[in-house]
């Protein structure tokens, strides 16, 4: 009896096993179900959102970025594309003005050597058009921003042909990299602006060169020609150059002229008679 009851169980046993099957059925087919259901959702994801992603990935990895244009947002699918970035206006000379810039550099030339032969003036063409480089120690004394007099007559020289072009002139101001001890000059910054505005205001108030086309600017020992490693190079870079920009100043328009209204006749009001002793004394 023992017997059967050992066999009974095992049989029950072995029938409870054999359905086991079925959870791991059910499990599959529920995580099938799933995987469709995420695979129709993905199908039918908004297309015009998608086209905004895909249009910004394109622009992104594209050379439409580096040339300046505004990636697209994807932020707001129906915001209009942004305008492309404008290109920054610059003073530099395009091929149509190298040969008038090259006379002009001929003629500035001209004008130098004929004041004196001297290795502290030199005329050339840069990207923004012509520009003489004066030695600082050929227009200054060390760590002062007075004009030496023997230097005037360059100057006098050069802004002859300043004077009849139209085009602005910007004066620059430059040291070497020896820190300056000066209670007047704290840094070689102030030395520099103040050696770009002695020319300057030289330009304006005795040669007579425009002020409206005149500017100066001071870059300190930050713009070196060469390296200040030597004595030599140092000299180099302690210099002022005048650029005769490739841009012209344009004159503000005169304003229009408009009738006065018409008014009636006011009588006339005499007035007083002032003297010539009484002019002077005003």
Known sequence: ???????????????????????????????????????????????????????????????????????????????????????????????AQVPQVSRLESKIKAVVDGVAQSPDVSVSIDKEGVVIRLSGSYLFDSGRAELKPNSLSILDAVSSELRIQSNDIRVDGHTDSTPIDSPRYPTNWELSVARALAVTRYLIETDGVPAGRMMAAGFGEFRPLVPNDSRDNRALNRRVEIHLLSSVTTAAPAPIATAPPATSPQPAIPQPQITASEHLEQ
């Open 1 to 95: 009896m023992a017997k059967g009851h050992r066999k009974k169980a095992h049989g029950d046993g072995g029938h409870e096993n054999a359905e086991r099957w079925l959870l791991t059925y059910a499990d599959l087919i529920t995580l099938l179900m799933v995987f469709f259901v995420v695979l129709y959702s993905m199908s039918s994801a908004d297309t015009t959102k998608f086209k905004a992603i895909s249009a910004a990935l394109q622009q992104a990895f594209n050379i439409d970025v580096l040339q300046g244009r505004a990636a697209t947002s994807i932020g707001d699918a129906t915001a209009a594309p942004a305008a492309p970035v404008s290109p920054v206006v610059d003073n530099l000379i395009n091929d």
